[in-house]
């Protein structure tokens, strides 16, 4: 697959799933726009990146969405298109109780949804202007099934149902809507790698109990998927979420 030169904007760059990524995808040589809260955790996966000079990154707080609205203007100031925008940024922010307060439901949601559809609408006008463009969002399975706190699980099956809806408005524009629902998986910096370290009782407990392959996946093995899904032969994946989770899932 060839994403030489195409201009890719990634949200949640600094760590997990999306600095995975980042650091494969500079090796086909995308030049990348890292996004994420931490400065310093962006500066670490700049410099793992293959090519570095080609990428560049914006410190943003997704929590405050008219950061967002400056990193458009930003962004608009040094490209003239983007081609891919990847949203990794995502979590449930240690919110498990099961009647979350108010500003509990916003902070999830602002990072999770809101801060999406956010970022998708201010840069719209920066994705129409090339031939062929994708918007890949990272859900969950607790989309479909009740397996995270009440908030993230509300949260991301909201994400579903705006991939579809947005996909079915922006398809005339040549723009492929798309993503993934990933179970449980393990990369550096991610929440099973955090359990791991911090309990790992119960993250043995989670492999018995939820994993039939009777271990953790590796955030490597959702790569090849991610590829496919952000290629310019994608449409046929166009307002779908693509569960993949090596079987861990109790639904249909």
Do not use: W
């Not at 195409?6 to 890292?34: D, F, P």
């Not at 989309?143 to 809806?165: C, H, M, T």
């Amino acid at each position: 697959m060839n994403f030489k030169r195409k201009k890719i904007l990634i949200t949640g760059a600094s760590q997990g799933l999306g600095a995975m990524v980042a650091e494969n995808l500079s090796h086909y040589g995308a030049e990348l726009i890292l996004v994420s809260s931490s400065e310093k955790k962006l500066k670490i996966i700049l410099n793992k990146c293959k090519n570095k000079k080609l990428h560049t990154y914006y410190v943003c707080d997704f929590q405050n969405l008219k950061k967002i609205k400056a990193l458009r203007v930003d962004l608009s100031k040094k490209f003239s298109k983007l081609d891919i925008i990847m949203h990794f940024a995502g979590g449930g922010l240690g919110i498990k109780n099961d009647l979350p307060k108010y500003d509990e439901y916003i902070q999830v949601f602002n990072l999770n949804l809101f801060s999406i559809m956010e970022i998708n609408r201010e840069m719209i006008g920066l994705l129409k202007k090339s031939s062929h463009s994708t918007i890949f969002h990272v859900g969950s399975i607790a989309a479909k099934e009740s397996v995270g706190s009440v908030s993230y699980n509300i949260a991301k099956s909201a994400l579903n149902s705006y991939v579809r809806s947005l996909s079915k408005s922006l398809i005339k524009f040549n723009i492929c809507v798309t993503g993934i629902n990933p179970g449980g998986f393990e990369y550096r910096g991610n929440a099973m790698h955090r359990l791991k370290i911090k309990n790992p009782k119960a993250y043995k407990d989670f492999i018995s109990k939820r994993m039939i392959i009777k271990r953790m996946p590796n955030a490597k093995e959702l790569f090849p998927l991610i590829l496919t899904l952000i290629s310019e032969n994608n449409f046929a994946y166009t307002g779908n979420m693509i569960n993949c989770d090596f079987g861990e899932g109790k639904f249909y």
